[in-house]
C-alpha cells in the first residue's frame, strides 16, 4: 500500500496505489488526506489502467528511415546529445530549447530547467502554464506581489459568499466543486460568471451569464456599484491600498448601464452580484481559464484582484483571489522556474545577484536574457532560429493553439527529443522518443494549486526501460559533458531547496506527514503558510490598477457568425494520454463533439449526434452535436481532449501582450451539417 498524489488535476487528493504481481491492483482513497479527506473523482479512482496499458512506451524510438524504430539507450541519449550539440554549434545556445511537464514531478522540472540553463545555456524553456495560467503569475505578481492562490481551498468554508469565475469546478476540480456543493447547500450565497451554463451555474443563487471575453466590463461596472453604493471596506483600502483614488476614476463611467451594453447581462443582474459580495463579511473568489485564456488575460486577472482589494478580502481568512491552477503539477513546474524569465522561486535571471547564486552552486556561467516562451519558441522553428526542442510530457500538436502549424514547425526542426509515457501526436513527430516513468513509477513531489507540497511515491518499477524525466535529463548531460549531478530524487529537492527561499525549510523528512507542507516554508521549523498576503501584502501594498475592456481579438462576422469556445470533460483530461486508456473512463466520453443552442442547431438542420464541420480562418474540424442549453444563442463550446476533432485546428492563436496566452478561449467560427 504506498500513499501518494493523484496524477491529474491540482486539487492534489491523496490516493493509495495497491501493488500486486508488479501490477497496480487497486486504487482507493486516502481515508486521512487533509484535501480529500477520503474521496476521489471518477479520474482519480481510474488513475491505475493507463500504467499498465500496453501501448506505455518500454524502449526508445529513433527515426531510421523516416520512421521511428526501437533503439538502445546508449545509442538515442548519442543521437540527441549529438544533435543538440550540432544545433548549439550552428544557431548558438538559443537554438534549442526545452519544454517542460507541469505533469512530472519537481524534481524532473527542475532538472529541466538546469538542464536548459547550466548545459545547454539557454533560458528557452517553458511549460503549458503558458497557455493556462500565466496571466495569474504576471496579473497577481503586479498586484499583490505573488501570483499563486493566496488562500488554501479549505478556507471556502469559511466564507460567507462564493464567487466563481470562468471556472467549471465540479467538472475539472471535482472535489473542489463538491466542497463549494455542499457550502452552498449549508446556506453560503453562491455566483457563477460563466457565458455556460455550467453544473454550478444551474445551482448558484446567481448566475452571470455574460457575453465571452468581457470580464473586464462586468467587474468595472461591479466595483461602479461598489463605489456608488459606498460597499467598499474603506479602511482596508486606506490602511493596505494603493492607487485607491485613480481606480475609481477608472470606473465612474462605468455604469452598471454601460457595463450591461457590453457584456449582455442586466443592470439589476451587476448590482446585484456586486452587492451579494461586497456586502458578504468574507468573499472567497476562485477563477479559471475563463478568465485567462483571453488577450485580455492578465487584465482580466487584475480586474479581479482589484474587486478582492477593494472589499476588503486580500489576506483573510475565508477570502482571497485563488486562481484554480490545473495540472498536478503545474504550481510547481512554475515554482521550479521551468519558465523563460526565471529561477526557481522566481528568483529573475535577469537579477544579477540571483545568477551569481545559481551560477556559484552550479559552477557555470549562466545566460543573462530571459529565453523564449513555448509558442514563441515555436515561431523561432518556423524562422529557422530555433533547431532543435527537446519536449517532456506535453502534447503541443494537440493542445496548442494554430492547428497544423505546430505540427508542421515541430516537423521542420532539424532535431524533436520527446521524452513521454505513450507515442502521442507530437511524439509521433519526434526524431528520439525516450520512454518516461509515470507518477507511480517514482520518488518525487508534485505542487498543487493551493501551493500544497505533496510526496509521490515509487509503487512500482517502471515499464521496460523507461526512467524518470530527470534521470533521462541526467543522463543527456552527461553526454554532453556537464552532468547534473543528480543521485536521487530527495537529493534534487534538497538542492532545489537551497537555492528557493519559498521551499528553504522544506525535506523529504518534512514531506513525510500526509498533506505535506504550503509554501513559503523558509526555515526547518517553519510550519508553512497556507494564506498568503495576512500581515499585509507580499509586495507591501495592494496594488489597485485601472485596466480596461478590450474585446477579443475576432469577433463573429458574416462569414464566421458563431463564437467558439472551448472548455473540459470530467471524464477526459487533457490531450486524453491518459484517460482515453482508462475503459470506464472513455466509456463515458469516447469523441469529440460541440455543444450548440436549438436555435443555431435548428436553422442549419441540425440534431443531437450530427455531423457536423467547424470552420474558422485558420482550419477546419468534423465533429459531432449535441444541441443544448448549455450554451446561450451564438454561442459554440467544445471539449479539447480529442486529437482527431480537436478545437485547436480552428482556435485563435491571438496573444495577450503581457503574459503572452493564446485566446483559446474565443473564436469565430461557422458551423454546418456535413
Ligand atoms: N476533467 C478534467 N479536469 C481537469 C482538466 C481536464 O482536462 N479534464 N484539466 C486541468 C487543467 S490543465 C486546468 S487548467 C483546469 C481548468 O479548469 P477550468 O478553469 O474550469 O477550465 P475550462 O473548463 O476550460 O474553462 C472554465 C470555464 O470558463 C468558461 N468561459 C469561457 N469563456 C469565458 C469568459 O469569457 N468569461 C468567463 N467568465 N468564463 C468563460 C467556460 O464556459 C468554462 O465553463 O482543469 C484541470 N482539471
Ligand atoms: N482549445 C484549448 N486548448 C487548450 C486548453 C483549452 O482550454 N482549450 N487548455 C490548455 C491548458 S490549460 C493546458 S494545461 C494544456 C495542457 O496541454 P498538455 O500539457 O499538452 O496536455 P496533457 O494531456 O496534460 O499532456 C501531458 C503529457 O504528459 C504525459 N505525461 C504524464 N506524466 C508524465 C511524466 O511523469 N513524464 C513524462 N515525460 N510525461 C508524462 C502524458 O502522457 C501527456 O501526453 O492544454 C492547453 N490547450
Ligand atoms: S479532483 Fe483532481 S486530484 Fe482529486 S481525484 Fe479528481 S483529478 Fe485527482
Ligand atoms: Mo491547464
Not at 517553458?126 to 496579473?139: K, Q, W
Amino acid at each position: 500500500m504506498t500513499p501518494t498524489t493523484c496524477p491529474f488535476c491540482a486539487v492534489g487528493c491523496g490516493l493509495v496505489l495497491d501493488v500486486a504481481a508488479k501490477r497496480v491492483v487497486a486504487v482507493t482513497p486516502d481515508p486521512v488526506h487533509p484535501v480529500s479527506r477520503g474521496q476521489l473523482c471518477a479520474k482519480g479512482w481510474n488513475a491505475g489502467p493507463f500504467l499498465a496499458s500496453p501501448e506505455r512506451l518500454r524502449q526508445p524510438l529513433l527515426r531510421r528511415n523516416g520512421r521511428l524504430q526501437p533503439a538502445a539507450w546508449s545509442t538515442a541519449l548519442a543521437a540527441a546529445a549529438e544533435a543538440l550539440a550540432a544545433a548549439r554549434a550552428e544557431g548558438g545556445a538559443d537554438a534549442v530549447g526545452v519544454i517542460a511537464s507541469a505533469r512530472a514531478t519537481n524534481e524532473d522540472a527542475f532538472a529541466a530547467m538546469k538542464f536548459a540553463r547550466a548545459v545547454l545555456g539557454t533560458n528557452n524553456v517553458d511549460h503549458c502554464a503558458r497557455v493556462c495560467h500565466a496571466p495569474s503569475v504576471a496579473g497577481l505578481r503586479r498586484t499583490l506581489g505573488s501570483g499563486a492562490m493566496t488562500n488554501p481551498i479549505a478556507d471556502l468554508d469559511e466564507a460567507d459568499c462564493l464567487f466563481v469565475v470562468g471556472a467549471d469546478v465540479t467538472e475539472n476540480h471535482t472535489i473542489i466543486g463538491g466542497r463549494i456543493l455542499a457550502a452552498h447547500e449549508r446556506g453560503i450565497p453562491l455566483v457563477v460568471v460563466d457565458p455556460r451554463r455550467t453544473r454550478l451555474a444551474r445551482a448558484a443563487d446567481l448566475h452571470v451569464q455574460l457575453r465571452l471575453g468581457t470580464d473586464i466590463a462586468l467587474v468595472n461596472g461591479m466595483l461602479h456599484a461598489i463605489f456608488a453604493h459606498g460597499w467598499e471596506d474603506g479602511a482596508y483600502l486606506a490602511a493596505r491600498c494603493e492607487n485607491v483614488a485613480a481606480l475609481q476614476a477608472s470606473v465612474a463611467d462605468w455604469t452598471p448601464d454601460a457595463a450591461a451594453r457590453v457584456t449582455g447581462v442586466t443592470a439589476a443582474t451587476i448590482v446585484a452580484a456586486a452587492r451579494l459580495y461586497a456586502t458578504s463579511r468574507r468573499g472567497w473568489l476562485a477563477y479559471g481559464l475563463g478568465v485567462t485564456q483571453h488577450v485580455s488575460g492578465t487584465e482580466t486577472v487584475i480586474a479581479l484582484s482589484n474587486l478582492a482589494l477593494v472589499t476588503g478580502n486580500v489576506g483573510v481568512i475565508g477570502g482571497g483571489v485563488n486562481p484554480l491552477r490545473g495540472q498536478n503539477n503545474v504550481q510547481g513546474a512554475c515554482d521550479m522556474g521551468a519558465l523563460p524569465d526565471v529561477y526557481s522561486g522566481y528568483q529573475a535571471v535577469a537579477d544579477e545577484n540571483a545568477r551569481r547564486r545559481f551560477e556559484t552552486a552550479w559552477g557555470v556561467a549562466l545566460p543573462t536574457a530571459p529565453g523564449r516562451t513555448s509558442l514563441a519558441m515555436q515561431h523561432a522553428a518556423h524562422d529557422g532560429e530555433l533547431k532543435a526542442l527537446v519536449v517532456i510530457g506535453q502534447d503541443p500538436a494537440v493542445t496548442d493553439p494554430g492547428g497544423r502549424f505546430v505540427a508542421r514547425v515541430l516537423e521542420r526542426l532539424d532535431c524533436l527529443i520527446v521524452a513521454e509515457l505513450f507515442l502521442t501526436e507530437t511524439a509521433k513527430l519526434a526524431d528520439i522518443v525516450l520512454p518516461a516513468a509515470s507518477f507511480a513509477e517514482k520518488d518525487g513531489t508534485f505542487t498543487s494549486t493551493e501551493r500544497r507540497v505533496q510526496r509521490v511515491r515509487r509503487a512500482l518499477a517502471p515499464p521496460g526501460e523507461a526512467r524518470a524525466d530527470w534521470q533521462i535529463l541526467d543522463a543527456l548531460a552527461a553526454r554532453l559533458g556537464r552532468p547534473l549531478g543528480f543521485r536521487d530524487a530527495a537529493g534534487i529537492f534538497a538542492e532545489m531547496a537551497a537555492l528557493t527561499p519559498s521551499y528553504a525549510g522544506m525535506s523529504y523528512a518534512r514531506l513525510e506527514a500526509r498533506g505535506g507542507l504550503c509554501w513559503p516554508c523558509p526555515t526547518p521549523t517553519h510550519p508553512g503558510t497556507p494564506r498568503l498576503h495576512v500581515e499585509g501584502c507580499v509586495r507591501g501594498r495592494g496594488r489597485l490598477i485601472p485596466v480596461v475592456h478590450t474585446p477579443p481579438a475576432e469577433l463573429p462576422d458574416a462569414d464566421y457568425p458563431l463564437q467558439l469556445t472551448t472548455f473540459r470533460l470530467h471524464h477526459q483530461y487533457g490531450s486524453g494520454s491518459m484517460t482515453r486508456r482508462a475503459p470506464l473512463l472513455e466509456r463515458e466520453n469516447p469523441r469529440g463533439l460541440v455543444w450548440m443552442h436549438a436555435s443555431d442547431a435548428a436553422r442549419r438542420r441540425i440534431a443531437t449526434g450530427a455531423a457536423v464541420r467547424v470552420r474558422s480562418r485558420r482550419g477546419e474540424v468534423t465533429t459531432r452535436a449535441v444541441v443544448s442549453d448549455d450554451v446561450p444563442p451564438g454561442v459554440v463550446a467544445m471539449p479539447y481532449h480529442f486529437a482527431e476533432a480537436s478545437p485547436n485546428l480552428v482556435t485563435n492563436d491571438a496573444l495577450d501582450p503581457i503574459a503572452r496566452m493564446p485566446e483559446l478561449k474565443v473564436c469565430a467560427v461557422a458551423v454546418e451539417a456535413c
